[in-house]
């Protein structure tokens, strides 16, 4: 049985920081590209980051370029999105997901893509 459990989140004031966790199991976690998407009341689903199974390329959300980075530790099964200069913009619920294929090397940024999520952890920005 696969299982993704996220957790991190919490009340964070603007421009300060948070390190969301995924943690895998059920599967071949390292065969995977893993991704972070986020939901905010009233709107859909947005791709946050991904990374491939090897850590070889990463890829994020326009709106998160250079403030959010996605890491991967296979030997452990986990994930990390670090989230710095936080706004009030980035509150939303966070989800991890693994990636439908095995081995891919172009990064999926549609939520149907991929087939396994994680339970979600809320992230609240105050300004």
């Known amino acids: 049985q696969v299982q993704l459990v996220d957790s991190g989140g919490g009340l964070v004031q603007a421009g300060g920081s948070l390190r969301l966790s995924c943690a895998a199991s059920?599967?071949?976690?390292?065969?995977?590209?893993m991704a972070w998407f986020r939901q905010a009341p009233g709107k859909e689903r947005e791709f946050v980051a991904a990374i491939t199974w090897n850590s070889g390329n990463t890829d994020y959300g326009d709106s998160v370029k250079g403030r959010f980075t996605i890491s991967r530790d296979n030997a452990k099964n986990l994930v990390y999105l670090q989230m710095n200069s936080l706004k009030s913009e980035d509150t939303a619920v966070y989800y991890c997901a693994s990636d439908r294929g095995i081995y891919r090397r172009i990064i999926a940024t549609r939520a149907y893509e991929y087939d396994y999520w994680g339970q979600g952890t809320q992230v609240t920005v105050s300004s």
């Open positions: 059920g599967r071949a976690f390292s065969l995977y590209t």
